[in-house]
């Protein structure tokens, strides 16, 4: 009798393992909006990265095994959810990856373009220089060439992974005492375990971002509210980032009136007609200078009810100019900064629209549309130039 009764108990823990192991992965297909509620230690989300209840993980190295869940897979070419990478059948030549994350998609660091300027001159837009190059060898992702370590930091390339930056088990309380974290992100004494000599000193960032946050934004724009803090945690790994290290009024400064004033009246090149409680683009984002989440939960919003500008509290930061993942364009940055017009003729730039190689530089008009998140081009001048301008209004 007891044996049987023993069978019941484990039939019923089978099942309710079962459960628990669909609800979180629902939540992750889902998509809470928190991106944290699958990585909450529960014992059947432990099995899913680890097999036989040990250390080993289920992929060839850490970000192999976070691609499990986050490459959107194969033929799967709607943005949704936590997915920050496209599959390769997916993007062949000429057709840009799928994902449109504020963090930008994984996939562009397969995307390697060359272009001729002249009879005798090429130039190229490598992939190794659209991102970080995160280490997945199950999904063809390899170490930067170029740098051994992080540029002007001292963190490993060959061990760069996922968990360099995200804490793959969540964090309950920071240093400070402010409970969970954006994204996972490590905090103050988080080291991951490909590189644990490197000992983060600086805790995440506040932000929040929209439920729905992987979108196209033809034609609402997707604002997540940075609040503080974002530029200083960078530092972890690039020691100098947060004291403005390639921009000259310096990561973590706030915008001076001047700055304020230009970004809320720039529209486009040649219009500055904009309003103040309408100017906000997801292409050139700011910290608010705060980290109150209530506030910043009414400012993360996708269908254009937040677009109020910068005021006196606004604080350039590294996202300002820079993807967290990856981007189309060389140094993850959030547009082309190596050419003089980004719209051409009111036309993107692309190899097959006729427009002249130094803008198109390799890429079709669509991969180019992409870039932009979809944003159709009558949003941008005819002759637009860099969006450095969305601050500075020199164009």
Known sequence: MSLHIRDHECMIGAIRL?????????????????????HTGAVAEC??????????????????????CHQAPAGFRI???????TADSDMPSGVPPSQMT?????????????????????????????????????????ADTTYATTPDGVYPASELSCISCHNPHGRIVQSNGTPGSYRLLGGIGYK??????????????????????????????TRVAYGKGMSEWCSNCHTRSGTGYGHSAGAGA????????????????????????????????????TDDLQILSQHAKNDGSSLNGPDANA???????HRA????????????????????????????????????????????????YDRPVSRFASYQRSLCNKCHARD
């Open 192 to 221: 991951s375990s490909s590189a644990p000599d490197m000992v983060f000193t600086v805790d995440p960032p506040v932000a929040v971002a929209p439920r729905d946050y992987n979108r196209s934004e033809a034609v609402t724009e």
């Open 47 to 68: 099995k899913e990265c680890h097999p036989g209840w040990t250390r080993e993980l289920r992929g060839s190295d850490a970000s192999s095994t976070c691609l499990r």
């Open 79 to 85: 943005p949704a959810g936590a997915y920050v990478a």
């Open 102 to 142: 504020p963090g930008g998609d994984f996939g562009y660091l397969k995307k390697n373009y060359t272009w001729k300027v002249s009879s005798y001159q090429q130039r190229a837009s490598p992939g190794e220089r659209h991102g970080h190059n995160i280490v997945a060898l199950d999904y063809g992702f390899a």
């Open 18 to 38: 079962a459960l628990i192991s669909l609800i979180a992965l629902l939540g992750v297909i889902l998509n809470t909006g928190t991106g944290e509620a699958f």
């Open 315 to 321: 604080v350039v930061m590294c996202l300002t100019c």
């Open 254 to 289: 706030r915008f001076t009136p001047t700055i304020i004033s230009n970004y809320n009246a720039y529209v486009k090149s040649g219009d500055l007609s904009g309003k103040d409680s309408e100017s906000y683009t997801s292409i050139v984002p700011f910290e608010e200078g």
């Open 325 to 372: 993942h990856a981007s189309a364009w060389d140094s993850m940055m959030r547009w082309n900064v190596s050419v003089e017009f980004i719209v051409h003729n009111s036309m993107y730039p692309g190899i097959n629209n006729g427009s002249l190689a130094e803008y198109a530089q390799g890429r079709t008009a669509a991969e180019t549309q992409r870039a932009f």
